[in-house]
């Protein structure tokens, strides 16, 4: 099932096509109505012309994170502030939130590419979606909203937090889809166990899951848990918020909806373009925003491409789940560390949760990694020896799969937080 | 006889212990036996509490991992040698102790040891002075009766 099926399985040319017309006439509106970018492309000598096909777009400079807080709030906006009809805004953990701005037509193509991944996940116009995403400046939760509105699903808009009355509803109003964070789902798994509720019990069928990157072995957990397909889905407010890319029923990547949105990978450190197959960071280009478009934005998200036709019989490329974050990268006595690593090796050992926290902190210029990990009543034991026997036992796999030593400390269920929104993973103390 | 133990994980920091005698004192649980013990990171609680399914259900709800594990409970003379009385039956028998803690009973009445072995059954019918009939007896299989009220 597609819900645009032109644009999801448009043959190459064409595509290549379309977005060479998009990509010009992108940054011909940079050039003129925003003067943050015009002035990127004159330090560079750059003038509108000198993009004539999709390969010129690597003349073109990235635009950060960091330029959005220096523009705060609406220096990046490229139309009046009378055409922004919708204001949404980033959580701001460090420093300024950033802010982005949408018209009338951004927020049309929202609900359109939300449409297109909710159609991928299996849910149409007889779905009962409930949003667990936040409502809010957060994109999340209105952002699904609105694909799903546009689908015809019928919108149950709980928003985020209150899980006992998530589960309630889910039960009393049949709720057959659910669009929540990975993290957020499984918190609902254990609730449902802990109230002695059968996820089977419910009309449950499906998730889209997304807004933080999660590893395969989340994903079987999830789908064992609640007895449900686990959909993978990619966006961020600074592109669109969620939309940008969704999973298919194949569940070999996620199709990026090309015709709106343009992906690069490159090498993080250098900033030159990797060849396709080649891991490395996203960069996306808004091809057809109005309000805040982005030229050539780093995503710092670590994934790969690929344009092999898929099963499902889209056309449009794929990106890898995501699997990391480079700047959520670790560097531990010179060796780089993904938490989605350690995810990995709690997931794989089957018997712990895969509730972490990495800790890293600097003694006597010695870099000193801790990882916390939740422990289960599965995992408990009355034994001490058999406590340490586990602890040992992470340490060692960790080891293996890190290159670098981590101590590992068992702590109570549930002190790492995680359940309204995205879990903090890793906090460095590191003072350098 | 075989009672059941409360196991309760507690991280080592200052406060951690409060939290869950909290919850005890706050549900009108009298503890009847404890012991901890400890590592440089955490702490396992054991307790002894009268029907300990329903304090293990209060205490998961307070956010805490809790087990429940079938232990020995048996009277020693509170005369020197008591102990090893005891002990000296079960070790005899080849019954491995995994750990064990001691209390002072009621004025006069002795004192009550808990243990953990690795052939509860056995050492059960050992300590009960039925050597004989202990040999063989290997089976580990709950009764499914094991009482919910102590001492």
Known sequence: MYWNKPAETMGREAMDALQTTSLKDLVSRMYRQQ????????????????????????????????????????????VPVSE??????????????????????????????????????????????????????????????????LLGASVIPVSSGNTARQIMLMKDFGTTAIACTPSYALYIAETMREMGIDPRETALKVGVFGAEPWSEGMRQAIEAQLGIKAMDIYGLSEIIGPGVACECSAQKGLHISEDHFYPEIINPVTGEV?????????????????????????TRDLTVLDRQPCACGRTTVRMGKVLGRSDDMLIIRGVNVFPSQVESVLLNMGETSPHYQLIVDRQDNLDNLTVLVELTDRMFSDEVRRLEALEHKIQGELANVLNVSATVRLVDAKTIERSEGKAQRVVDKRKI | MVIKQLSVFVENRPGALVEVLAVLKANDVNIRALSVADTSDFGILRLIVNEPEQVKRALNEAGFTVKITPVLSMMVADTPGGLCDQVEKLSGADVNIEYMYAFAANAGNGARVVLKVDNLKRAERLVAGDLDGATGVDDESNDGEIPNFYW
Do not use: C
């Open chain 1, 84 to 149: 922004i009809v919708r204001i949404h805004a980033s959580s701001g953990t460090t420093g300024r939130p950033t802010v982005v701005g949408y018209t009338k037509k951004d927020l049309g193509i929202w609900a359109e590419v939300m449409a297109r991944t909710l159609t991928a996940a299996g849910i149409n116009r007889q779905s009962f979606i409930q949003i667990a995403y936040g409502y809010g400046l957060f994109t999340g939760g209105l952002g699904v909203h609105y694909g799903a509105e």
């Open chain 1, 274 to 298: 990797l060849p396709e197959g080649e891991k490395g960071e996203l960069v996306l280009t808004t091809l057809t925003k109005e309000g805040m478009p982005m030229v050539r934005y780093r």
């Open chain 1, 35 to 78: 003067k943050f970018y015009r002035s990127q492309m004159q330090e560079k000598g750059l003038l509108p012309e000198d993009v004539r096909t999709l390969a010129d777009i690597a003349k073109l400079p990235f635009t950060t994170k960091q330029d959005m807080r220096d523009n705060y709030p609406y220096g990046l906006f490229a």
